[in-house]
């Protein structure tokens, strides 16, 4: 049986050589959730080691458009670090990265602390504000992967952009309704929020709920990617992709 240890060290060497691997399921298609959570964990922990800061965390496969895309049935989440930020304004340099994808997606500011079970209405009085994302995904592993495969990938995890100014969530409309357009060479995509889970704090009560059964909780001042919103789009250099939505400013990323 594949263990953690082995799963995490090779992810990190694939992300460090920008050279994809075989899922692990592969190999072991019984990879376990608890396993699979445990190699992430791994993952972070050597993140940290190396002098990056946790910042949050992100949900993955949230909409049903990205879950039929990956032929995956329930969501996971990863962990942001600041290493992933990129700063407003800066290019994404594609050449750090493996086979990039980028998709639109709403972010949450945390202004206190959640914990255990949580309602809508605990996650919108938690929200400091919403802002406008952008999150570049990078698989570590070439062709089809399972659920598994996907949590100790750190659901993707590799870059956000963010906003530069959010509002608070009862400035806007209902979440549920709430339109995205997403940009990017060849075409639109648009969305309402309530692809993810049918509202965006869904998604994040089951991430509370989820840390919770793992003794953990989100802290005040995190940044929380409630999933994306339309199927991604691979990126080349010279693209440019731009999400908006409405009441909330419009957000690019331009990759060199």
């Not at 920008?18 to 791994?42: D, L």
């Not at 407003?88 to 990039?100: A, C, D, T, V, Y």
């Not at 909780?217 to 080349?236: K, N, P, V, Y």
């Amino acid at each position: 049986m594949t263990a953690p240890r082995q799963i995490s060290e090779a992810l990190i060497e694939a992300e460090r050589d920008r050279s994809p691997i075989a899922a692990f399921t592969r190999a072991n298609p019984f990879v376990t959730v608890e396993a699979a959570y445990q190699a992430q964990s791994m993952l972070i922990e050597h993140r940290l080691r190396s002098g990056d800061r946790l910042i949050g965390a992100k949900l993955g496969l949230t909409s049903k458009v990205k879950r039929s895309a990956l032929g995956i049935h329930e969501p996971v989440y990863g962990r942001l670090t600041k290493s992933m930020l990129l700063p407003l304004g800066e290019q994404l340099q594609l050449s750090n990265l493996i086979s990039p994808r980028a998709e639109p997606e709403l972010a949450f500011l945390l202004g206190k602390s959640l914990s255990g079970d949580v309602t809508v209405n605990d996650v919108l009085n938690a929200v400091d504000v919403v802002l406008p994302a952008i999150e570049i995904v990078d698989s570590r592993f070439t062709g089809p992967i399972r659920l598994t495969d996907s949590i100790a990938d750190n659901a993707g995890a590799a870059r956000v952009a963010l906003g530069s100014q959010g509002r608070r969530p009862r400035e806007l409309v209902d979440l549920s309704v709430l339109g995205c357009v997403f940009r990017r060479p060849g075409g639109i995509d648009t969305a309402a929020c309530g692809a993810v889970m049918g509202h965006p704090a869904i998604a994040i009560s089951w991430l509370v709920g989820a840390l919770a059964r793992r003794g953990e909780q989100l802290d005040e001042g995190a940044i929380i990617l409630s999933g994306g919103l339309t199927t991604s789009f691979q990126l080349r250099a010279g693209d440019t992709v731009t999400v908006e939505f409405d009441g909330l400013s419009p957000l690019w990323v331009n990759c060199s």
